[in-house]
């Protein structure tokens, strides 16, 4: 593989910029004129649209800035890269983040694509969702798999722990996760029923699917929401950063609680109807026992068209613990059994009115309580 120096990133056909390796470890960039002039900051907090050369610090995504890191496979995707470069009689130790970006290329999660790409030939792939979750499993076991390069293909630049692919059902692009060795076998029917009460907690999901197995209760997969088929039958990627990047912090050490989630998005977006959608997730997370709600969990989306950010669908809701059982994201300073009075004090500091905010509280209560029962069940 030959390593490179720098890559231009793009979202679409136009270049946002450059990014180029400095000191040998740092990724710096710099924005394209022509984007300048007519394109928007792509990190707000961190990289503002303003003609200079940015230079990030070491950490936490070892020398690249938040929005180009949301870019790289975390956890099975970074797995199935570094196999395949081990494959290829390559050390993955060697490769900088630069060329991590350019094995990417134009299949990473939200807008962003770099070039050049280091090129992957691989094969047209099928869709035996049985075969491909033994597969996930024997590497997660035995670090072998004869499909290696089918699941890179598939799976190699998705984030998250659990195994999954990356793949299109009736032209539009799916997310399909599969059981990682700690996980409980029936996880993805926990996965789809806690999505189903989300909804009717009057939660904004893409569309969610518990696939068919011959071995397991099912697979549960959800639509992108980086993703919008359009009318023309064109696929429209749409520019996403999670928190961990909007604030350049890590997600696998807790350094963010609601309170921060809740002035986030009012900073973000204006608007108060995207922090009750934050205030209502918070809810949810806290009465069904989701407490791997981590800043790499919740994202925004950038609306071109209405030159707005908004807060994503949600994502990822299971029952989870963080480190400790708690939360990973406290709620009032409380992480390990945070009460509706915590709720409360969170809402009167951002704004939202005490009336509405125990309504919302209460009305998730009560739906995750009727769709989910004692949710201690699914630990």
């Known amino acids: 593989m030959e390593k490179l120096k720098s890559l231009d990133a793009f979202i679409g056909e136009k270049k946002v910029g450059t990014l180029a390796t400095y000191n040998g470890i740092l990724v710096a960039f710099e924005y394209s004129d022509k984007w300048l002039a007519d394109g928007y900051s792509i990190s707000p907090f961190s990289l503002p649209l303003q003609k200079k050369v ?3 610090k070491i950490d936490p995504f070892d020398g690249l800035f938040g929005a180009f890191s949301d870019s790289l496979p975390d956890g099975w ?16 130790h060697e490769i900088d983040m630069l060329n991590r970006l350019a094995i990417v290329g134009n299949s990473g999660m939200g807008a962003l694509t770099y070039h050049p ?8 792939v099928s869709m035996d969702y049985d075969r491909l979750a033994e597969e996930c499993a024997r ?14 293909l598939l799976g190699g630049s998705s984030g998250g722990a659990r195994p999954k692919i990356l793949t299109k059902i009736d032209g539009e692009e799916w997310i399909v996760k599969f059981p990682a060795s700690i996980d409980r076998k029936d996880i993805g029917l926990i996965e789809y029923k806690y999505s189903e009460c989300a ?24 639509k992108r929401f980086d993703r919008i088929l359009e009318a023309s039958g064109t696929t429209k990627r749409i520019h996403m950063l999670s928190v961990s990047a909007l604030l350049e912090v890590s997600h696998r050490i807790p350094s963010v609680d609601y309170s921060t989630l809740l002035a986030l998005t009012l900073k973000l977006t204006q608007n108060y109807a995207e922090v009750e959608k934050m205030y209502r997730l918070m809810c949810f997370n806290m009465y069904a026992h989701n407490r791997d709600d981590h800043t790499n969990n919740f994202s925004f989306l950038y609306n071109e068209t209405e030159k707005a950010w908004k807060l994503s669908p949600a994502y990822d809701l299971t029952y989870s613990n963080s480190l400790g059982g708690e939360h990973a994201s406290c709620i009032n300073g409380n992480g390990k059994n945070p009460q509706l009075s915590d709720l409360l004090t969170l809402a009167d500091k951002i704004g939202i009115k005490k009336t509405k905010a125990k309504n919302i509280a209460e009305f998730v209560r009560e739906t995750v309580h009727e769709e989910l029962g004692d949710v201690e069940q699914y630990q």
């Open 117 to 124: 790409a280091h090129k992957q030939y691989l094969e047209e």
């Open 139 to 152: 590497i997660l076991d035995t670090n072998y798999s004869d499909n290696l390069d089918e699941l890179f």
């Open 54 to 56: 940015y230079i990030p």
């Open 199 to 222: 909804k009717k907690c009057g939660i904004e999901m893409t569309e969610t699917r518990l696939f068919p197995s011959h071995k397991c209760e099912g697979y549960f997969g959800t």
């Open 77 to 92: 995707g970074r797995l199935l890269v570094d196999r395949m470069l081990l494959k290829n009689g390559i050390n993955p």
